[in-house]
């Protein structure tokens, strides 16, 4: 971490010392975006509950 803090944000060494954990992490995060999946549509979800339910059905369907 403090090579990219100095080396590629080149940050004074006082600057880097002050950041917090959490804003260096924004900041890598802004220079390499993480790949996140989409979030489940609606019907993908509604696929999975019925694929996986919680609880056994009841033959009247609840």
């Known amino acids: ?9 080149r940050l004074a060494p006082a600057d880097f010392w002050a950041m917090t954990p959490r804003e260096l992490a924004a900041v890598i ?11 489940l549509r609606r019907d993908e979800f509604a696929a999975l509950l ?3 339910p919680d609880r056994e059905r009841t033959t009247d369907g609840r």
Do not use: E, S
């Not at 971490?1 to 944000?9: A, K, N, S, T």
């Open 1 to 9: 971490m403090i090579g990219f803090g100095l080396g590629v944000l």
């Open 29 to 39: 995060g802004h220079l390499a975006p993480v790949h996140r999946p989409a979030p």
């Open 50 to 52: 019925n694929r996986y």
